[in-house]
């Protein structure tokens, strides 16, 4: 029934439940992806996200599958041949995963610009829209969205929120219960390295005027009150005190000022976080309620993450101080979820009825406001259009990365002039082996058009258009499926909200297995 | 991945098989029959090499399990239960016609010289440093040298892919010419352990419960009969662990103890999703093309991805460590004071960063006979019998001396970690 097909998506999405949890596996469970063109690159997207429970696909192809396809594409068979190609590889990846509802349009493709054309009107949508090409051993992506709000980027090197330069009431008031010189040493040995670096603080603000350990030398001054602080035995030898050792170690960084990053301030710099209305997405929104914490209750800081690391402690001591932490965060995540009320309020909108949906919308509150309010990301790509246009392309990028002419910025030229090359001739370089020789001069004529079109004074190397000729267009499937990978991903990033999507082109290039994105 | 190998031959010199159709290699033959300006030296445009990979053994000793159908995309939930490698087999033998997969349902370590040598190209998908330099080890056995050079014929590349997360890696080692996987042990850390005290007296974090539970609470209380050792994949055993840990972790008020958790830190579960291991195993299997086609330069010789935040990727050429204990052919020397005890150098093996054996066994050879100086012993049940007719506790506290070994005495150590044994000699420095 209901409860053993749950019980069993849990077991078999574990893995990856780990990474996005289940409210991640939500939104994927509630989302709806269409592909158009099940090439090799297309179905090796498709599979990674059919895999891990993507509510729904649709794929749009009105080719017939030929027998050219069947040799690169996992996802068609012998049987497939004459069929049309999005029927053949709905029912194939279908069988993937049972819990993926897939369906399919046979639709004729327009030839030319359908990519530019599709772009817009995804544009002017608001449906985010991932461009996926391999040609050769090349492979390349072009993500372009309007504006993605990552709520969650999961960082991984992030600070500690410690706030031990301006300690909140309830942390200094623990802090003061703690009297060092009068411990024993079993206490004195595991006393949280936190609260060990508070203490000395307060003695070097005594000696200091106030001033926090600003350059190397006072951090090392700092070092060396804290060694002062470790427990002498009979003989006058230091004791072995690993939560000193801690202590010493993280002076670098629990000293740090709290203080708001450019990226946040930004977020709230932004027009929809100015103007609240009744249309207003529910990250801006909520980001405003958190500017209005830090204006009005956080003193010019965020609210409280509410986590600290593990630290040499005994259970009790470490226990109080985690629980400090994690009231001032609940306490905090309250307040803002009372703007985020107001704000609702102030245009008409109710908040969500229901003991259930409270507690569900405090808990997105909370995902916001604690531990991710410092991590709030907002990704915008330029359109199709931009990168395009001779007014706006962005010709900096371009021609400072082909100071090295082996950049993978040539590629993307090279991607480009194919395209040019098509429109001209209504095929691809080098398809059939008696096009090759000559069509490396009808392309190079196609590359030097480009870049004086757009005013790009780079060269590139002969060898590169030689390359492109002679890959005939292939899709070899080995690099259709490294893009496949890479571009599910960021699908997945787009629909969970969760970790940061790429901007905006990212090439991968598998002669020499290495990669580059650029921002056009 | 798949924790497994796959192990692939490629035809030579054969002209389309039956299976064939038209356009079948259309995408191919563009990097097959034409030579272009990346191509190698060696590269001879042909139509002979158009079958592909068609001869492909796949060496894999686990079962399916549903935690792997969010990504191992041969398998179903039919198929929970039958073996990896025959699953495997079945279905891309059917999906790609003319494609030979021959499945082995058994460890790699089950094979010796005489099954690896008829390989062209090993590929790893392992789920371990231990497996990966046990075949490292193994490639390295199978090389010839003639005057201290290594014959080239004698070669089999090693391409070898592992991830975790959002995070992997793929490297080319041709063995005895590129940096090994020993080369670089450094970049495979030891795995952390929470210390006993922690656990036994002090927890803090909810893994802390749970290894109290695991580690001290299960060999105690034997909750499912004697000698039953705790199987993480048995949900009753997790259940089990996850309920003391419960207790536990009330009983010092620590909060965030779930099923999961429990689960994970018992499996000591990796995370993983479909993109990540596609992108790499792709990155392999490109590679692999490389090889056998001389069609473009090969990886040299290790990449890193992530795409955490946008995408990353790092690719650089690890070195070769001078005397690497795997691929340097140098004897390894072992420096110590004539007091040193047999326990010190156990700790040594054990211990070095460069070494990080797990259980090594040494012998020696003594007045013209081969005798054992070191064994772990498992299975206190079993008796055996110690050359010195000592227990292995005593035997490790005896110095060198005591035991009869002289300064340039050479030692054979036998370990999982190599398929070989590693010749070390004795340097006594005082």
Redesign the interface.
């Given at each position: 029934g209901m409860a053993a097909n749950k019980a069993?998506k849990e077991?078999?999405?574990?893995?990856?439940?780990?990474?996005w949890g289940d409210h991640g596996q939500e939104a994927l469970e509630n989302a709806h992806v269409c592909l158009v063109n099940a090439t090799a690159t297309g179905t090796?997207i498709l599979?990674?996200l059919v895999?891990?429970?993507i509510g729904a696909f649709t794929i749009v192809d009105g080719h017939k599958v030929?027998?050219?396809d069947?040799?690169?594409n996992?996802f068609l068979?012998?049987n497939s041949?004459g069929k049309n190609r999005a029927q053949a590889a709905t029912e194939l990846l279908q069988?993937?995963?049972?819990d993926v509802s897939g369906n399919f349009v046979e639709e004729v493709r327009a030839a030319g610009s359908t990519c530019l054309r599709l772009g817009a009107v995804l544009w002017n949508a608001e449906v985010p829209f991932l461009v996926c090409r391999t040609y050769?051993?090349v492979g390349c992506m072009r993500l372009v969205v309007r504006e993605h709000t990552v709520v969650e980027?999961?960082?991984?090197n992030a600070l500690e929120d410690l706030r031990l330069d301006q300690p909140f009431t309830e942390l200094k008031n623990h802090i003061d219960s703690y009297d060092l010189d009068s411990m024993e040493k079993k206490d004195h040995s595991?006393t949280p390295w936190i609260i060990i670096v508070a203490k000395f603080l307060e003695k070097w603000y005594s000696e200091h005027n106030f001033q926090m350990p600003k350059n190397y030398k006072e951090k090392e001054a700092f070092r060396e009150l804290l060694r002062q602080g470790i427990l002498k035995n009979e003989n006058g030898a230091p004791e072995d005190e690993e939560n000193f050792d801690e202590a010493i170690k993280n002076v670098n960084t629990a000293l740090n000022a709290t203080k708001i990053s450019s990226t946040v301030e930004d977020i709230f710099s932004c027009d929809l976080c100015d103007n609240i209305t009744a249309q207003t997405p529910a990250f801006w929104v909520m980001a405003r309620a958190v500017r209005d914490f830090v204006r009005d209750d956080g003193n010019g800081i965020l609210p409280v993450r509410g986590t600290i690391p593990?630290?040499i402690?005994?259970?009790?001591k470490?226990?109080k101080l985690?629980n400090v932490y994690r009231e001032k965060a609940l306490q905090d995540a309250s307040v803002v979820s009372k703007h985020v009320e107001s704000l609702l309020q102030s245009v008409g909108k109710v908040c969500p009825p229901g003991y259930l949906l409270i507690m569900k919308f405090f808990k997105c509150v909370f995902i916001i406001s604690g531990k991710n309010a410092a991590f709030l990301r907002v990704v915008r790509c330029r359109s199709l259009e931009e990168e395009y246009s001779i007014e706006s392309v962005n010709k900096d990028e371009i021609t400072s990365c082909m100071d090295n002419p082996d950049s993978e910025m040539v590629l993307y030229l090279m991607l480009r002039s194919i395209d040019r090359f098509y429109q001209q001739h209504s095929h691809y370089p080098?398809v059939y082996?008696y096009q090759?020789e000559e069509d490396i001069s009808r392309l190079k004529v196609c590359v030097n058009s480009l870049l004086q079109e757009y005013g790009l004074s780079v060269s590139v190397k002969?060898?590169?258009i030689?390359?492109f000729c002679?890959?005939?267009s292939?899709?070899?499937?080995?690099?259709a499926?490294?893009l496949?990978?890479?571009a599910?991903?960021?699908a997945?990033k787009i629909i969970t909200q969760q970790?940061?999507?790429?901007?905006n082109t990212?090439i991968?290039n598998?002669?020499?297995?290495?990669?580059a994105?650029f921002q056009l | 991945m798949a924790d497994g190998d796959e192990l692939m031959a490629v035809d030579e010199g054969h002209v389309a098989c039956g299976g064939d159709?038209?356009?079948?290699?259309?995408?191919?033959?563009?990097?097959l029959?034409?030579?272009?300006?990346?191509t190698l030296p060696d590269f001879e445009p042909g139509t002979e090499a158009l079958s592909g990979f068609r001869n492909i053994h796949v060496v894999d000793m686990d079962t399916i399990d549903?935690?792997n159908?969010?990504?191992q995309?041969l398998f179903?939930?039919k198929d929970v239960g039958r073996p990896k490698a025959e699953v495997a087999a079945e279905f891309v033998n059917s999906?790609?016609?003319g494609c030979n997969v021959t499945p082995h349902c058994q460890k790699i370590q089950d094979f010796d010289e005489s099954f690896y040598r008829k390989f062209h190209i090993i590929v790893c998908g392992l789920d371990s440093v231990i497996a990966r330099r046990w075949m490292n080890g193994m490639l390295i056995s199978l090389l010839n040298y003639e005057n201290g050079v290594v014959d080239q014929s004698t070669i089999i590349p090693l391409i070898d892919g592992g991830t975790e997360?959002?995070k992997g890696n793929?490297r080319v080692i041709l063995p005895g010419m590129t940096a090994c996987i020993d080369c670089t042990l450094e970049l495979y850390p030891p795995q952390i352990n929470f210390p006993m005290c922690t656990i036994a007296s002090?927890?803090?974090?909810p893994e802390h419960c749970i290894e109290f539970a695991r580690i001290l609470q299960w060999p105690k209380e034997e909750p499912f009969g004697d000698g039953v050792s705790l199987d993480g994949d048995n949900p009753e055993h997790i259940q089990w662990v996850f309920m003391k840990a419960q207790e536990r972790a009330s009983e010092?008020?620590?909060t965030g103890v779930t099923y999961?958790l429990t689960?994970?830190v018992v499996k000591r579960?990796?995370?993983?999703?479909?993109?990540?291991?596609?992108?790499?195993?792709?990155?392999c299997?490109?590679?692999a093309?490389k090889i056998a086609t001389s069609a473009?330069?090969t990886?040299n010789n290790y990449?890193v991805f992530s795409?955490?935040?946008?995408?990353y990727?790092y690719?650089f050429e690890a070195e070769r460590k001078e005397n690497c204990s795997a691929c340097s052919q140098v004897p390894q020397d072992l420096q110590f004071s004539s007091s040193a005890k047999l326990q010190d150098v156990l700790q040594y093996l054990t211990e070095s960063t460069s070494l990080q054996m797990k259980s090594p066994a040494i012998t020696t050879t003594l007045q013209g006979k081969n005798k054992t100086l070191y064994l772990q012993v498992i299975n206190i049940k079993r008796s055996l019998v110690f050359s010195f007719s000592l227990s292995p506790s005593v035997l490790v506290s005896l110095t060198g001396a005591e035991l009869g070994l002289a300064d340039g005495q050479e030692l054979a150590v036998a370990d999982v970690t190599t398929p070989q044994t590693v010749l070390f000699k004795l340097n006594f420095t005082s």
């Open positions: 069993a077991q078999k999405y574990d893995r990856q439940l780990r990474l090796e599979k990674n895999l891990p429970g030929s027998g050219e069947v040799g690169n996992f068979s012998t041949i069988e993937l995963n049972s050769g051993l980027s999961h960082p991984d595991h593990d630290m402690a005994d259970s009790e470490f226990i985690q080098g082996d090759v002969d060898d590169y030689h390359e002679r890959c005939g292939a899709e070899p499937h080995t690099v499926a490294f496949g990978g890479c599910a991903q960021e997945i970790f940061v999507p790429f901007n990212f991968y598998a002669m020499t297995q290495t990669s994105t | 159709w038209d356009g079948r290699w259309n995408h191919l033959k563009k990097f029959e034409r030579s272009g300006p990346f549903i935690s159908l969010n990504r995309f179903r939930s999906r790609v016609p997360g959002f793929a002090m927890p803090r974090l010092f008020n620590i999961r689960q994970g579960v990796i995370p993983a999703v479909a993109s990540t291991n596609a992108v790499i195993a792709a990155a299997a490109t590679e093309f473009y330069v990886l990449l795409d955490v935040d946008g995408l990727t690719t």
